[in-house]
């Protein structure tokens, strides 16, 4: 069996960018560690006064066809994949004089940096798929037994203190570790070159592209799917993870309105913290920008219309992350272009998806979307006050914006203007309260509002609180064993309730 600890004696680097290549290469030299290197990086590494030995004195054959054969000898190979404990390996290295590696640092040609690049031609972007550092990845990554599996530049310093730390050696889970990051970078990389094949063939594959950071800066993350089928950006920042996740739920929002409503809504953490539909498409971001301003800072914008000029100048003193739209003026692109890091897009999906996914333990859930949107024909009146033909239209509004609200979930509105939500509490109640708070914050009246829940009331508490803040008209699922609680209090003091009969919980 290979040994839990392994000394580090041969080291093989090939990389194509050099940056931050030097502590490495002065940490081996210190421990005495003899490395070997191709063309470039032997070059680097001797310019530095650092002992190194070429490849090609490795294998007496030169680098050739422009350098896309330097690596890809049995000698390479054999010294990476060799194991330690097989008897037959240990025969092979002495009869074939191969040694060993217990080091591979690579870090592959930049395609995606090419493919971003739209001036890049076809033979260059083929130029820049890597082949003989790909091969060294993945053989070090399965020999992790054996072999430290170096991917990627933002590795080394965590290399620099393995090797600090282990005076020269590393242990059989540090190595386990890098060969899984090794074999996640390979994946990646072909990925993009699969995604961009795939678009010159009219073939869809899948795009896996690498982003900045996850959730957190701590955390890796990649997008795996079809991207460029859902949005075009047409400037801005790169994307990152939290703000797919914003992009997603606003244009799912969006999609829930026809386009003779010119709905404006602001996204911050997957909840809509302000939707408008007004006369203009400028009223409509004003409608959506009085719910609360404060979150709107640093939010994600959308709208089902063509933006105009007079609203990207209302937009344009706002810090905001993403704005998303049908199309936009050239006058009112040309306006936010200014923003160097605004991210702006054009959404292409014109209807929900038939199916949603999600990880959960080991595994991964599927469900059919959430499709339903609720309908004037649902609704069944319960108490004695029926809404008016105003307050139905409200209603529905103010259920369609409940329905992409993290659960549990209020939302109060007026005049197709959410005036505050409540989301994501354990309660019920409290996501009341805290809607409340809000709109009594930013100083919108409630007086004349209507609320909507994404689920029943199991307690007639929420509209007592609803009645004593001036809220004339309440959408629900119903079907609650205490439903006659809640509709006797309705019916007592003058307030109108409609049942849906479908509930969207939003977890």
Not at 384 to 394: A, D, F, G, V
Not at 416 to 441: E, V
Not at 482 to 503: A, H, K, P, W
């Amino acid at each position: 069996m290979s040994t839990e600890f392994r000394k580090i004696k041969r080291a093989l680097l090939s990389v194509y960018d050099k940056t931050g290549l030097e502590p490495v290469v002065r940490a081996l030299d210190s421990l005495g560690i003899e490395c070997y290197s191709t063309g470039g990086t032997y070059k680097y590494i001797k310019d530095l006064g650092i002992k190194v030995n070429s490849i090609e004195g490795l294998t007496s054959y030169p680098s050739i066809l422009g350098g896309r054969v330097k690596t890809l000898h049995p000698k390479v190979f054999g010294g990476i994949l060799a194991r330690s404990d097989d008897i037959s390996d240990a025969e092979d290295l002495k009869k074939y004089q191969i040694q060993s590696f217990d080091l591979v640092v690579v870090n592959l040609y930049p395609f995606e940096q090419t493919l971003s690049n739209s001036n890049a031609t076809h033979s260059q972007l083929i130029e820049k798929i890597d082949i003989g550092g790909v091969s060294l990845i993945r053989a070090a990554a399965k020999n992790y037994s054996d072999i430290l599996c170096i991917s990627h530049r933002n590795q080394y310093l965590k290399l620099v203190h393995v090797l600090d730390s282990n005076s020269g050696g590393t242990y059989l889970q540090e190595r386990a570790t890098f060969a899984a990051d090794a074999f996640l970078e390979t994946q990646n990389y072909d990925g993009l070159i699969a995604g961009y094949l795939g678009s010159n063939k009219n073939v869809h594959f899948k795009e896996v592209k690498t982003l900045r950071y996850g959730e957190n800066p701590h955390q890796k993350a990649v997008f795996e799917g079809n991207l460029k089928e859902s949005i075009e950006q047409l400037h801005g920042k790169e994307i990152s993870y939290n703000n797919l996740l914003d992009i997603e739920s606003a244009i799912l929002l969006s999609l829930e309105f026809d386009s003779a409503s010119k709905l404006f809504a602001i996204f911050k953490h997957n909840n809509a913290c302000g939707v408008g539909i007004g006369d203009t498409l400028a009223d409509s971001f004003q409608k959506a920008l009085q719910a609360d301003p404060i979150s709107a800072f640093g939010g994600v914008f959308i709208t089902n219309q063509i933006l105009d000029l007079t609203t990207a100048q209302a937009i344009r003193p706002i810090f905001i992350e993403v704005i998303i739209a049908k199309d936009y003026h050239p006058e009112a692109l040309d306006l936010l272009k200014k923003k160097r890091n605004l991210i702006i897009l054009k959404s292409k999906i014109t209807a929900f998806p038939k199916v949603q996914f999600r990880s959960c333990l080991n595994g991964t859930l599927r469900q059919d979307f959430d499709f339903k949107t609720d309908d004037e024909k649902d609704l069944k009146v319960v108490t004695t006050k029926k809404p008016s033909s105003t307050q139905i239209n409200e209603l529905i509004f103010a259920s369609i914006l409940c329905k992409h609200t993290k659960s549990n979930a209020v939302v109060l509105s007026k005049n197709k203007q959410l005036l505050a939500s409540g989301m994501g509490q354990t309660s019920r109640i409290d996501a009341l309260k805290q809607a409340i708070d809000k709109a009594d914050k930013h100083n919108l009246n409630l007086e004349g509002s209507v609320m909507a829940s994404e689920a029943f009331f199991p307690f007639p508490d929420c509209v007592e609180l609803a009645y004593k803040h001036g809220i004339k008209a309440v959408i629900q699922p119903g079907k609650s064993k205490n439903d006659q609680l809640s509709i006797d209090y309705c019916n007592e003091n003058g307030i109108s309730m409609v049942f849906t009969g479908f509930r969207h919980f939003k977890h």
